[in-house]
């Protein structure tokens, strides 16, 4: 029996109807498309009227299959699918053509696009009606959710979960929570002090009954999907056994060796060699670094085990691997600093008294190497002047494109500490000003009234070469003033580089281990920049935080209460729709001769020995259809993307082409199809 | 089937007055200004698909000629899709993919490329030019280098002229070369380990 098609073309107010005649469309697909046996166009298809006409279509005209064409399928395919499924059509038999985005809104020319919107169309309608009924499969929820990411995004986000009655695993892969936000002093522009806020939720995290708390742990491997992942954690061997140790701290205290601590004091402060990061640490467990252990160089030393009140050190440990099912995953692993000596001409690295921002957030704080006291690298002398050197890194096509915006802010905040504990002159060298937050630009206006220095320009050297005697001995920062129009030097006794936000190193990978993609330059992508900026296009993994794009504390801790809500609302439905897009292999045809066993990334397809035969698991089966592509004898299917349909979509599309170079002439030809021979 | 009649075959040949004419030179470009190839691109869901609909919301301009077709992924790619196609009457075929590294399927886009190598063999095998079929890698927020490749693309192809098969058809070593690089890539390919 025929299909009747049905075909319906939405003006969206002028979107599409100002540079496609939607009516010429509608009529041409009535008259011309074998078996469309209703077209019509409407203002706003979307709008409860235009559905309900297409529902009205399907019961009076017994429609089988409906094409509707207008916005995108990735705006309204669901709308038009339940429109279809309300009355009692399978959602599966309908198809959506992009009119919007993909004709009306980049042609220019009515007559061009009212041609590709009637090939389009064409597509569809010659495609819709291969297609067939499928279900889509549900799956349990699981209630637990992993947070890879300890830092002030992560805790939020394993706080709000918590609290909500959900189990959280949070994974954090240095031996404390906290991340970045722990190593500062103050908090830019309220002036908070960091710590005073963020530990109260480290140690809330640390004792909360919901959440289990896996420090000095990585991700290991992600299996399976939404609603239930399968999560192997590394739980790096810390020589300590957590649960005899008190956190008391006497083998910190008693451990001969010093070591410089990269880290958390940037490379300003010293550590021992079994230590916990900061004294605010959650948990209060110490690691061994075994790269600088006596002990474990050279096989004597013991110390923290003699001096250990409750014999938890255990030098035999080994890493573990804990494995856990969760239902949803949040990213929140956070930014790195960008390495400041990628610009010579700065000096870091060479120049003494060059600071990364970093570096300087631990000498304006208390409790970091000088104790609060800003002093210049040798320990005593506080510095007479400051330069500040904004976008070192960011805004730089030779390094990032992007801003990194929080470094004006924080440039601010480190020209207020400047300006309170010494009574040095700040200048700073910035490019523009960026301060467009609450509050911000109010801060900005305070630091002018301080006497704090601004310089608009972009700072082409910092140099210890004086050309004249008030320049000896000093830093020269050299630098265009673009307000004045001329070069200036500053001669200054300190210099702090504003590194630039940089993704994590090894993003790529964990989102690889996640199923999800990054941008070209390592930032999450998210699954619509505005609308869903916690989502991923993986369903059940969200993401929040600088891991998704430089942002300042306020917006991580909204991005990272918001991934929680989300994952909160998928826990609470319980159920999560499987798309039934899936491949199957017809197992009677089926050669046995493997080809497709290993191009499928998910090990979906498994090898039965004893039939001789490749299966498709359709549960772990994500639906790309490679292995369809692949098939030598064409026998796997890919469920809604089988080939029958996109060759009729494809001779749809082609309905006005002429093979063997016919189309040269076809400006000339009348796009009307010719009269069919007698 | 929706066409209802054969297609007329076409009277200018420029390609073939292009190889003995310089003369004529002048009436092949003025036919190929005229000329609108039909192209047909197949865009994967995630990434190209996607940067053609922020091509269209941040209304960049590019010219009609290209046809999007969606798949889930550029592996789906089967390479019978693009001889259909150019069989129809497309004159030229547009892939395109997420970048390398950032496929939605994890690595799915390799194996489009892997084929798209060998397509491009077996199109010269068979007398087509290897232009005519080009795989892109643009990702969801690369609208606008979406439209810059859809707008170079179909430049390109009408430089190229209309897909005149018949015209090309000779007997050449640059045809046997190809056959014999899809014998070796395919050796490639059907290793099972």
Not at chain 1, 76 to 99: I, W
Not at chain 1, 464 to 486: F, H, S
Not at chain 1, 499 to 513: R, S, T, Y
Not at chain 1, 565 to 588: C, F, H, L, W, Y
Request: net charge negative; aromatic share 6%.
């Amino acid at each position: 029996m025929a299909e009747r098609v049905g075909v319906y073309v939405c003006h969206c107010g002028s979107n599409i109807a100002g540079t496609v005649d939607v009516e010429e469309v509608a009529r041409w697909a009535g008259e011309n498309i074998k078996d469309v046996v209703v077209a019509k166009d409407y203002k706003f298809m979307c709008s409860s009227l235009g559905q309900a006409m297409i529902e009205e279509d399907i019961k009076k005209e017994k429609l089988t299959r409906v094409v509707v064409g207008a916005c995108s399928p990735h705006l309204h395919e669901k709308t038009f699918r339940t429109a279809c499924k309300n009355a009692g059509l399978n959602p599966y038999l309908f198809d959506m053509t992009n009119l919007r985005e993909h004709v009306s809104w980049v042609c220019n020319d009515k007559e061009a696009g009212t041609a590709k919107a009637k090939a389009l169309i064409a597509g569809s309608a010659e495609r819709v009606k291969f297609q067939q009924p499928l279900e889509p499969s549900y799956v349990d929820v699981h209630p637990a959710t992993l947070i890879v990411g300890g830092g002030i995004t992560g805790l939020q986000a394993a706080l709000e979960l918590a609290d909500a009655g959900h189990p959280v695993y949070l994974v954090e892969r240095s031996p404390s929570v906290g991340g970045h936000m722990a190593q500062f002093d103050k908090t830019f522009p309220t002036l908070d002090c960091s710590a005073c806020i963020l530990t109260p939720k480290m140690s809330e995290a640390g004792q909360h009954e919901n959440i289990t708390l896996l420090t000095y742990s990585e991700l290991e491997e992600v299996s399976g999907s939404v609603g239930k992942f399968k999560v192997k954690i590394r739980k790096k061997a810390r020589y300590v056994v957590e649960k005899d140790c008190t956190g008391c701290g006497i083998c910190t205290e008693k451990c001969p060796r010093k070591v410089v601590d990269e880290d958390f004091e940037a490379g300003l402060g010293y550590r021992k060699a079994i230590y916990s990061p900061f004294p605010q640490a959650v948990p209060r467990i110490p690691v061994i670094d075994v790269e600088n252990c006596t002990y474990f160089q050279r096989g004597k030393c013991k110390v923290c085990s003699k001096v250990c009140p409750t014999n938890a050190i255990d030098y035999e440990q080994q890493d573990e691997i804990i494995e856990v099912e969760v239902g949803n995953i949040i990213l929140a692993t956070g930014w790195k600093l960008f390495d400041t000596k990628k610009v010579p001409q700065y000096g870091y690295g060479r120049l003494a008294n060059v600071y990364t921002n970093m570096e300087f957030e631990r000498l304006c704080n208390a409790a970091g190497p000088t104790g609060g006291k800003i002093v210049l690298r040798d320990g005593k002398t506080e510095p007479k002047s400051v330069a500040i050197i904004h976008c070192v890194g960011s805004r730089d096509v030779n390094h990032n494109a992007h801003c990194s915006a929080v470094c004006c802010m924080a440039a601010l905040k480190f020209g207020h500490l400047i300006l309170e504990k010494t009574d040095a002159e700040v200048y700073s060298f910035y490019i523009d000003m960026r301060t467009n937050q609450k509050a911000y630009e109010e801060f900005y206006q305070r630091l002018l009234e301080e006497g704090m220095h601004f310089v608009r320009g972009k700072v082409a050297e910092v140099t210890d070469a004086a050309r004249n005697p008030d320049e000896q001995g000093k830093l020269i920062v050299q630098a265009e003033d673009t307000l004045l129009g001329k070069q200036r030097r500053v001669p200054v006794d300190m210099v702090v580089l504003m590194g630039a936000i940089e993704p994590q190193e090894d993003a790529k990978d964990l989102g690889l281990k996640c199923g999800i993609s990054c941008s070209m330059a390592g930032w999450y992508t998210e699954r619509h920049p505005k609308l869903d900026p916690v989502a991923t296009m993986t369903d059940g993994v969200f993401v929040a935080g600088t891991c998704q794009g430089a942002k300042d504390i306020p917006a991580c801790v909204a991005q990272g209460a918001a991934a929680a809500a989300r994952v909160q609302g998928m826990i609470t439905k319980g159920k999560v729709m499987i798309e039934p897009i899936v491949a199957s292999i017809n197992e009677d045809a089926c050669s046995g001769c493997r080809i497709c066993n290993n191009l499928c990334p998910y090990n979906a397809i498994e090898y039965d020995a004893e039939k001789e035969v490749s299966r498709v698991i359709s549960s772990m089966c994500k639906g790309c259809g490679t292995c369809v592509a692949a098939c030598p004898a064409g026998v796997i299917t890919g469920a809604h993307f089988n080939n029958q349909q996109i060759f009729s979509q494809i001779e749809g599309v082609l309905w006005d082409a002429k093979p063997a170079g016919g189309n040269g002439g076809a400006a000339e030809e009348s796009s009307e199809p010719e009269p069919v021979a007698s | 089937m929706l066409r209802k009649s054969l297609p007329s075959p076409s009277r200018l040949r420029p390609e073939a007055i292009h190889k003995t004419n310089n003369n004529t030179e002048k009436v092949l470009r003025m036919s190929n200004e005229n000329f609108e190839p039909k192209i047909v691109g197949f865009m994967c869901n995630w990434c190209s698909y996607r940067a053609a609909d922020l091509a269209g919301s941040a209304r960049i301009k590019y010219p009609p000629n290209v046809r999007i077709i969606r798949v889930m992924c550029s592996g789906r790619m089967d390479p019978a899709f693009v001889t259909k196609a150019l069989a129809l009457g497309a004159d030229g075929v547009m892939l395109a993919g997420c970048h390398p590294g950032e496929c939605h399927y994890i690595d799915q886009n390799y194996k489009a490329m892997r084929r798209y190598h060998m397509l491009k063999h077996m199109l010269k095998a068979l007398g087509i030019e290897d232009e005519r079929v080009r795989l892109f890698w643009r990702s969801a927020a690369e609208g606008e280098q979406l439209a810059e490749a859809i707008t170079d693309f179909v430049g390109d192809i009408k430089k190229l002229g209309p897909l005149k098969w018949d015209d090309n058809w000779e007997e050449s070593d640059e045809r046997l070369k190809a056959l014999e690089a899809i014998v070796k890539e395919h050796e490639e390919a059907m290793e099972v380990n």
